[in-house]
């Protein structure tokens, strides 16, 4: 099974900005697409952005301009660059990745165990 390692989580202030990073394990898989979401107290887990295996970039509207995703094949990471960053922002931020297991040629969805992002005012 592939595991997810997050990092990055912590405090920033309005306007500050934090950097995000997934990496998954040595495992062989074939990843498809990666990806951010979150899930703020009461509310249902949100996708932040995605990032396909050919570089298709998708955003949420509301971190368009401030935030950017990018991946890196040989580590096998994905990172969410966070700038401008505001209170409602404030979130557990959740890691994805899927694809074909290598091993056993079945379709495989996994999530980070989640970190921690509070922006404060």
């Known amino acids: 099974q592939v595991q997810l390692v997050e990092s990055g989580g912590g405090l920033a202030q309005t306007g500050g900005s934090l950097s995000l990073s997934c990496t998954a394990s040595?495992?062989?898989?074939?990843?498809?697409?990666m990806g951010w979401y979150r899930q703020a107290p009461g509310k249902v887990r949100e996708v932040v952005a995605t990032?396909?295996?050919?570089?298709?970039?998708h955003y949420a509207n509301f971190v368009k301009g401030r935030f950017t995703i990018s991946r890196d094949d040989a580590q096998k990471k994905v990172d969410l660059q966070m700038n401008s960053l505001k209170p409602e922002d404030t979130a557990v931020y959740y890691c994805?990745?899927?694809?074909?297991?290598?091993?056993?040629?079945?379709?495989?969805?996994?999530w980070g165990q989640g970190t921690q992002v509070t922006v404060s005012s």
């Open positions: 994805n990745v899927n694809g074909i297991d290598d091993g056993t040629d079945q379709f495989a969805d996994y």
């Open positions: 040595t495992r062989v898989f074939s990843i498809y697409n």
């Open positions: 990032i396909s295996r050919v570089g298709a970039t």
